[in-house]
């Protein structure tokens, strides 16, 4: 007999939770996706934020033409509704991707409070499709102690430290 993975009993689960809005916003997410092909963008990604069963931002994968590696879809999606609602926190707004997000995205929806992610196409089929993502790669090394990292984090001028730490003081009492 097979054995059933936790991870995909979660999966079914979740699958159960999917509403029928849930489809919609992807399918947006997935139109969102070819803008960014079609338009020679970048990588084919897309991406919309939704709060209180509305889309509030979107996105989709702008790195190559503004030549920034930042302009991932979820990070425009991000950006987009953040400037809409006048706010850097987006509690209670939930994010649809048309591929699962990167570290770097995944970084972003937790500072900024999203609440869940919602994703269509799995990272591992990405990479697949274009090594040069080494999307697993970072979350192993992100995994490791910041020293053994192959980028390490060296921190460096120690006295500087209590000094400095008293100035931002001054701005989060
Ligand atoms: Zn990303």
Not at 85 to 111: E, F, H, K, N, W
Not at 121 to 148: C, F, N, Q, W
């Amino acid at each position: 007999m097979k054995r059933i993975h936790a991870n995909e009993i979660k999966k079914k689960r979740y699958r159960k939770e999917m509403k029928d809005t849930d489809a919609i916003f992807m399918v947006r997410a997935l139109e969102l996706s070819h803008v960014a092909l079609d338009d020679g963008h970048g990588h084919p990604f897309g991406s919309v934020v939704v709060r209180d069963g509305k889309i509030i931002g979107e996105g989709w994968n702008k790195a190559k033409v503004l030549h920034d590696p930042s302009a991932h879809a979820e990070v425009e999606a991000i950006r987009d509704a953040c400037k809409n609602i006048a706010s850097t926190s987006l509690a209670g707004s939930v994010i649809y991707a048309s591929a699962q997000p990167c570290p770097m995205c995944l970084s972003l929806i937790y500072l900024t409070g999203i609440e869940k992610v919602y994703y269509c196409i799995p990272g591992d089929t990405i990479e697949a499709m274009d090594s040069r993502l080494r999307v697993e790669h970072i979350y192993r090394e992100l995994a490791k102690p910041p020293l053994d990292r192959t980028i390490p984090e060296i921190p460096i001028l120690p006295e500087e430290v209590d000094k400095n730490v008293g100035r931002y003081k001054v701005h989060y009492p």
